[in-house]
C-alpha cells in the first residue's frame, strides 16, 4: 500500500507523480486503454474516444479490446483509467458515453501477456478481481485534499487460470 497527496486534474497523467508512479510500475508492450492528453514515457499504445486526443486508434474501448482479441494482440501492461462515472464520461468524452467498463474487464485477460500486469484507476480498489484470474500487488492511494474523493490506483497480476477462459 502506497499513499500520495496530490492534486486532482481530469487529465490523471498530467499530475507528475502519478505519471512517473506509473511509468515506474508499467513494463513492456503498454496499452493505455482511456489515454487521454499525456503520453507516457513507455512503449504506449493509446486508445481513446475522443479524436482531439493523441491517440493511436479512436473509438470504444470495448470495440477496441473486441478487436484486439481478433487481431491476436497481446500486451504486457494495460492502463485502466476511464470516467468514473456518467457524469464524468459525458464531461470527458464530449458527449459520447463511455464503454461498458465491466465487460472491457472481462475480455482484458485474452490481450495480456502470461504474467501481464493491470494498473486499474477509480474510486474503489476492487478492480480486475480474481474471478478474473487476478492476484492484488499494490495498492495507491491518492489523496487530494478537501472532501474531494480519493482516487485508488491497483496494480494487479494475472495469474494462469487453466479454466480455458483465456
Known sequence: M??????????????????EWVEKNSKG???NLFAGKTKLKLDEYRVDA???MNANWYGDAYEFVKNAIKSGAKFDTIILDPPYAYRKSMEM????KASRFNM?????????NENGITI?????SISMGNKRGFVQK?????SHG???HDTIAVIELLQELGLGQR
Not at 472491457?104 to 495480456?112: A, F, Q, S, T, V
Not at 486499474?120 to 474503489?124: Q, R
Not at 499494490?138 to 491518492?142: D, E, I, R
Open 50 to 52: 475522443d479524436k482531439t
Open 29 to 31: 508492450k503498454v496499452l
Open 93 to 96: 468524452y464530449n458527449g459520447h
Open 146 to 148: 478537501g472532501a474531494i
Open 2 to 19: 502506497e499513499y500520495m497527496k496530490t492534486p486532482l486534474n481530469k487529465y490523471t497523467f498530467s499530475i507528475k507523480p502519478i505519471r
Open 138 to 142: 499494490k495498492v495507491l492511494l491518492m
Open 104 to 112: 472491457i474487464k472481462d475480455l482484458i485477460p485474452k490481450i495480456l
Open 120 to 124: 486499474t484507476f477509480g474510486y474503489h
